[in-house]
């Protein structure tokens, strides 16, 4: 059984924890105690089964837990903030006798959408001296980064619920989560019945790709899967299909945030929707094959990215500001208004002199709405706000 917990218990070191159940005990000890003093000696036989009960109670998961040995693998490389990640969790006995239940918990960074981290549980049930018991859980973690957190523990209470022994354990392997991705209403293809050319294709130039723009007679030289055979016989003569050619817009994605504090915990709602908008545009951009370059300012440039460099980008976008994570610095280039479409994201305030460049469309994720001098080409999305519906119907104009 799985389960998520939130917030987290603090780890704990290697020892047992008191359980109300344990001063529930110490209070009929005392009591027993007491009777045998006042009342009758037989008192103190009870008071010795107390004691026993209370010693194996506290010593057996104590000595126990030393010899759980525990081993996360996940089945998956890199995921994704809100989908399930298959994890393979197996604990080892190696007591000289059985044991019962057993929790593995784990848990996440600490992040802006949970502060204090979230904490993922998962019991084992009996488990057989000398055996391993193993089961494959999905976890859905909440916070973009390394997952899960570089320690696990186990828990037991097992067998009299008394007391909690915790263990810690090294997690050798990790998986990579990337930012929530919102998947946008309108796809960019859609955009040439809004009056603007498709990403794809564009009826300037004829072609081999794209929809198909009409018929004409045939050219000597062409290729003869191109004819197409009804308009031939009702015409008489050969008739081909002409369809529009490929175009090579380009699409450039600037990320601007504010620099965090050292501490992660104290990174504001509004980073990392800017994060995960910038993911956004870039992963639908892509899929309607775009040329999208990515600026992720003070970090480093990205150009050309197409679907099999995405996942170095989304890497990066999920770890850049981890403690120890080293990324060149590049400098961007400006954009171009004749040959890039450019988008800014961006964290800080939109105010008079800022952004200082030029850009089609402006995405703020500031607590302060933008000022009137921005102009319509600016998409103010409020922390707290529906910002993803927001950014769903978006996507039509970001694109066109």
């Known amino acids: 059984m799985s389960r998520t917990r939130m917030p987290p218990s603090p780890s704990a070191p290697t020892r047992p924890t008191s359980h109300p159940m344990g001063w529930v005990l110490v209070c009929v000890i005392g009591a027993s105690i007491m009777c045998g003093v006042v009342w009758h000696g037989r008192a103190f036989i009870i008071t010795g089964t107390l004691l026993l009960v209370a010693a ?29 990640i298959p994890f393979r969790m197996e604990v080892e006995n190696q007591n000289w ?26 019991m084992l049930p009996r488990i057989e001296r ?16 390394l997952f899960p957190d570089q320690n696990g ?47 794809a294709t564009s009826s300037r130039h004829w072609g081999d790709e794209g929809d198909i723009a009409g018929p004409r007679p045939y050219r000597p030289g062409e290729s003869l899967r191109r004819v197409h055979w009804r308009h031939t016989a009702r015409r008489g003569d050969l008739i081909v299909c002409e369809r529009e050619s490929s175009s090579s817009r380009r699409l450039r994605v600037r990320l601007d945030l504010e620099q965090p504090s050292r501490d992660r915990q104290e990174a ?107 102009g319509g080409r600016c998409v103010w999305l409020a922390p707290h706000s529906d910002w993803r519906r927001t950014l769903q119907q978006t996507g039509a104009m970001l694109y066109g």
């Open 130 to 145: 000398g055996r391993s018991r193993s089961d494959t859980v999905s976890l859905v973690p909440s916070a973009r980064g």
């Open 56 to 84: 194996v109670g506290v010593l057996l998961p104590y000595l126990s837990i030393q010899k759980l040995r525990a081993k996360i693998s996940p089945r998956q490389y890199r995921g994704q903030v809100g989908q399930g």
């Open 153 to 199: 523990t186990l828990v037991t209470r097992f067998p009299f619920g008394l007391f909690t022994a915790k263990q810690t354990f090294p997690i050798a392997e990790q998986t990579i989560v990337w930012p929530e991705i919102v998947p946008l209403e309108s796809r960019t293809s859609d955009a040439r019945y809004s009056g603007y050319e498709s990403s």
């Open 268 to 374: 504001s709602p509004s980073y990392e929707m800017a994060i995960s908008i910038a993911a956004s545009l870039i992963h639908q951009a892509i899929e309607e094959n775009w040329h999208v370059d990515f600026v992720l300012t003070g970090h480093r440039t990205w150009e050309g990215i197409d679907p099999s460099g995405m996942a170095t980008v989304f890497d990066a976008l999920a770890t850049f500001d981890l403690p120890g994570q080293a990324w060149p610095l590049d400098h961007a280039s400006a954009a171009r208004r004749d040959s890039v479409r450019s988008i800014l994201v961006t964290q800080r305030p939109v105010r008079d002199g800022y952004p200082d460049s030029w850009h089609n469309e402006v995405l703020c994720t500031s607590r302060e709405e933008p000022s009137s001098g921005s």
């Open 97 to 122: 006798w059985t044991w019962g239940t057993t929790t593995v918990q784990l848990a996440e960074l600490p992040s802006a959408r949970c502060p204090d981290g979230r904490q993922h549980e998962h």
